[in-house]
């Protein structure tokens, strides 16, 4: 973080940015300045958030733009801009020497390089604090998967009363589709006070590239990849889940797939721990891959096998540090990971099944409770 004579500065929105949201409290739609000047939190609002900041905001000081921009009027200066409110501050206070994201924008830095500052960038975790999560942190996580387990409940049950006939499946006389499917798990999760964006419901092939949102009719005797992360419109923290389901009679390829995939994520699960890698944890899920003969790589123009992380990081946002990939990575405890081994092959389709753990000294809890059933 800040070393004792820099200042850490945040200008942005904090409906957007996860940063200065967990460093505040306060969310708001519209960029303003965040400072932490010697230990002490420093908001500045504009009028029209002012008042909502003095009593929302958790930082130690609310001070208004408009005065700094009256003061700075007075001096001479005729555009009152950002990098002005914030020289006026940094002035004030003795700062020369700021800390600031690695995304922070490039005109606010190039003026205060102008004014004379020394900026330093860091790389996220920006507060590095932010990868460990609270006791009240994880309940809010904890709280958002219940609410995924139920959206996704609801399109199980519809699979489970959809009829087979042919290749498709039919509920309530009509085509069951994937944009079907999605809706009935997004307006799930809009009535729990969650939203959700980019919801997977990916069937077939459609399920052998991971980001795949699927469309179309949903088949008989085909995986059905569902891949689930709400946030919480109250705590604005993430959940992560997915699913594969078949409704009918799975392939036999697919069930070897699928076990190699619960048995991947228990390897995973067993061992993730404070001061573990997740390097070597992502390794050993690539391993025993290749000793089921599950292989990974280009066939038919097309990635195959397993190609993408173990796991990362949730929580303000759906992809945070730490991961479990290919970079090492060591886990502390009090962290909150996904666990999501996968493999997808084009003669076959996608299985993933995800879950989100806790990280402890001795391991992992897994706060999931969904179960896992293939065939339904």
Same mark, same amino acid.
């Given at each position: 973080?800040?070393?004792?004579?820099?200042? !850490?500065?945040?200008?942005? !929105?904090?409906?957007?940015?996860?940063?200065?949201?967990?460093? +505040?409290?306060?969310? !708001? &739609?519209?960029?303003?300045?965040?400072?932490?000047?010697?230990?002490?939190?420093?908001?500045?609002?504009?009028?029209?958030?002012?008042? @909502?900041?003095?009593?929302?905001?958790?930082?130690?000081?609310?001070?208004?733009?408009?005065?700094?921009?009256? %003061?700075?009027?007075?001096?001479?200066?005729?555009?009152?801009? =950002?990098?002005?409110?914030?020289?006026?501050? #940094? @002035?004030? @206070?003795?700062?020369?020497?700021?800390?600031?994201?690695?995304?922070?924008?490039?005109?606010?830095?190039? !003026?205060?390089?102008?004014?004379?500052?020394?900026?330093?960038?860091?790389?996220?975790?920006? #507060?590095?604090?932010?990868?460990?999560?609270?006791?009240?942190?994880?309940?809010?996580?904890?709280? +958002?998967?219940?609410?995924?387990?139920?959206?996704?409940?609801?399109?199980?049950?519809?699979?489970? %009363?959809?009829?087979?006939?042919?290749?498709?499946?039919?509920?309530?006389?009509?085509?069951? /589709?994937?944009?079907?499917?999605?809706?009935?798990?997004?307006?799930?999760?809009?009535? =729990?006070?969650?939203?959700?964006?980019?919801?997977?419901?990916?069937?077939? %092939?459609?399920?052998?590239?991971?980001?795949?949102?699927?469309?179309?009719?949903?088949?008989?005797?085909?995986?059905?990849?569902?891949?689930? #992360?709400?946030?919480?419109?109250?705590?604005?923290?993430?959940?992560?889940?997915?699913? +594969?389901?078949?409704?009918?009679?799975?392939?036999?390829?697919?069930?070897?797939?699928?076990?190699?995939?619960?048995?991947?994520?228990?390897?995973?699960?067993?061992?993730?721990?404070?001061?573990?890698?997740?390097?070597?944890?992502?390794?050993?899920?690539?391993?025993? #891959?290749?000793?089921?003969?599950?292989?990974?790589?280009?066939?038919?123009?097309?990635?195959?096998?397993?190609?993408?992380? +173990?796991?990362?990081?949730?929580?303000?946002?759906?992809?945070?540090? &730490?991961?479990? =990939?290919?970079?090492?990575?060591?886990?502390?405890?009090?962290?909150?990971?996904?666990?999501? &081994?996968?493999?997808?092959?084009?003669?076959?389709?996608?299985?993933?099944?995800?879950?989100?753990?806790?990280? /402890?000294?001795?391991?992992?809890?897994?706060?999931?409770?969904?179960?896992?059933?293939?065939?339904?």
């Amino acid at each position: 973080m800040a070393k004792d004579h820099e200042a !850490a500065l945040l200008i942005a !929105a904090s409906e957007a940015d996860a940063n200065l949201f967990y460093a +505040t409290r306060f969310l !708001a &739609p519209d960029p303003f300045i965040f400072a932490r000047i010697r230990g002490r939190n420093i908001l500045v609002a504009s009028d029209l958030e002012l008042d @909502r900041a003095r009593v929302q905001a958790g930082v130690d000081e609310v001070v208004s733009s408009s005065k700094i921009a009256a %003061k700075l009027k007075k001096r001479g200066v005729s555009i009152v801009t =950002s990098a002005e409110l914030v020289h006026f501050l #940094f @002035r004030e @206070r003795g700062v020369r020497h700021v800390l600031v994201p690695s995304d922070f924008p490039i005109q606010y830095a190039d !003026a205060l390089r102008a004014k004379g500052y020394r900026l330093r960038l860091k790389r996220d975790p920006f #507060f590095e604090e932010r990868t460990i999560k609270s006791k009240k942190e994880v309940l809010a996580i904890v709280q +958002t998967i219940r609410h995924t387990e139920h959206a996704v409940g609801e399109a199980v049950r519809i699979l489970k %009363k959809a009829k087979i006939r042919g290749r498709y499946l039919m509920y309530r006389d009509r085509q069951l /589709t994937s944009e079907y499917l999605k809706q009935v798990i997004n307006v799930a999760l809009m009535e =729990s006070g969650c939203i959700a964006a980019h919801t997977i419901v990916a069937c077939g %092939k459609q399920g052998v590239d991971p980001h795949h949102q699927g469309s179309g009719p949903l088949l008989a005797h085909e995986p059905i990849i569902m891949d689930v #992360f709400p946030r919480s419109s109250e705590t604005r923290y993430f959940a992560d889940m997915t699913r +594969t389901v078949v409704r009918g009679k799975a392939s036999p390829k697919l069930k070897k797939m699928y076990q190699a995939v619960k048995e991947c994520q228990a390897i995973a699960f067993k061992q993730i721990r404070h001061g573990a890698d997740g390097k070597k944890i992502h390794e050993a899920v690539q391993n025993h #891959f290749v000793e089921l003969g599950f292989k990974t790589g280009e066939s038919d123009g097309r990635m195959q096998g397993f190609f993408h992380g +173990t796991g990362h990081g949730v929580g303000l946002e759906i992809h945070e540090p &730490p991961r479990i =990939s290919a970079a090492s990575d060591v886990l502390r405890a009090g962290q909150v990971v996904t666990v999501e &081994p996968g493999l997808y092959y084009l003669d076959a389709g996608g299985v993933r099944l995800e879950d989100i753990a806790l990280v /402890t000294q001795s391991g992992a809890k897994n706060l999931n409770r969904f179960p896992k059933t293939l065939e339904i």
